[in-house]
């Protein structure tokens, strides 16, 4: 079965997933922010939500994704905070971290390399656009040949940057994976 419109209730994940800007305005960019549909609510950061809203607004527009808006601050451990300091992630990725570093049974979805190092150090689930994307196999939302077609599509759809020669090794582990 292929993904065909809105998750009931009882579809959806149990995980809540903190977002960063950059999957949210790569999967909009890419028609693939449905592939969030699934998670129990989406929570942004207010600076995130405004980035959002500045370059997107259109992305928190799906009725089906759950978005929830964080405008107050949560207190930052001082371990995460010298990790924030020490790789110099801006406030949208620090406030995002702080966030998944308070709630539960969540996952962290970012691009930016700096910001998942500290995810991965800090002990969370972090996964970025590439990722959301492929897990939309797994989940039975869309077939490998169009999540192939849309991995293909991100050079030139999307501000997502990647190099050229990673993006190939992903589709190729995509074809060897998932053959059709």
Not at 109 to 131: N, P, Q
Request: with cysteine; glycine share 4%.
């Amino acid at each position: 079965m292929m993904w065909s419109g809105a998750f009931t209730e009882m579809n959806k994940s149990n995980l809540r997933a903190i977002c960063d800007a950059g999957p949210l305005i790569h999967l909009d960019e890419l028609n693939c922010i449905h592939l969030l549909s699934d998670f129990r609510e989406i929570i942004l950061p207010n600076t995130v939500w405004e980035e959002v809203n500045h370059h997107r607004p259109g992305a928190l527009l799906n009725k089906d994704i759950s978005f929830r808006r964080i405008r107050e601050g949560y207190p930052m451990s001082e371990v995460l905070r010298s990790m924030c300091r020490a790789f110099s992630l801006d406030a949208g990725e620090t406030e995002a971290l702080t966030i998944v570093e308070k709630v539960h049974f969540s996952i962290f979805f970012t691009d930016d390399a700096s910001a998942r190092l500290v995810a991965d150090r800090m002990g969370f689930r972090v996964h970025g656009t590439i990722g959301i994307i492929v897990r939309a196999i797994r989940k039975n939302y869309m077939n490998p040949n169009r999540v192939i077609q849309v991995l293909s599509d991100i050079p030139s759809k999307s501000s997502l940057y990647i190099k050229t020669s990673l993006l190939e090794e992903v589709i190729m582990e995509v074809r060897k994976e998932f053959p059709t």
